[in-house]
């Protein structure tokens, strides 16, 4: 079993950055795409693709709130994914998932919807202040 551990949330002030970190362990990981999603207090049912990577390299992909101010990539040494937030407004505000997908996907779009993950980190809460 994956196990996907999250770290790195806090509260910081817009225009601040934070750089939030997921690391796999368990089993061999050897995922297909990693991703960051958000859930932000007043979407409780809707969970927010920001960004992917597929984890053999490529272009990634973002959201368009969050281009030119995120950066995600990747640690395939050390089983990590991280996103870099930088330029951090009030609208970011939001707990922030990881998730991975071993199992690939059957359309090439699939990448931002939350379903085509199999595993997820915990959670972690990223306040921005205003």
């Known amino acids: 079993q994956v196990q996907l551990v999250q770290s790195g949330g806090a509260l910081v002030q817009a225009g601040g950055s934070l750089r939030l970190s997921c690391a796999a362990s368990g089993r061999t990981f050897s995922p297909y795409f990693m991703g960051w999603f958000r859930q932000a207090p007043a979407k409780e049912k809707e969970r927010e693709f920001v960004a992917a990577i597929r984890w053999s390299g490529g272009t990634p992909y973002y959201t368009d709130s969050v281009k030119g101010r995120f950066t995600i990539s990747r640690d395939n040494a050390n089983n990590t994914v991280y996103l870099q937030m930088n330029s951090l407004k009030p609208e970011d505000t939001a707990v922030y998932y990881c998730?991975?997908?071993?199992?690939?996907?059957?359309?090439?779009?699939?990448?931002?919807?939350?379903?085509?993950?199999?595993?997820w980190g915990q959670g972690t809460q990223v306040t921005v202040s205003s």
């Open positions: 998730a991975a997908n071993d199992i690939g996907f059957s359309r090439s779009g699939d990448y931002p919807r939350p379903s085509k993950y199999n595993y």
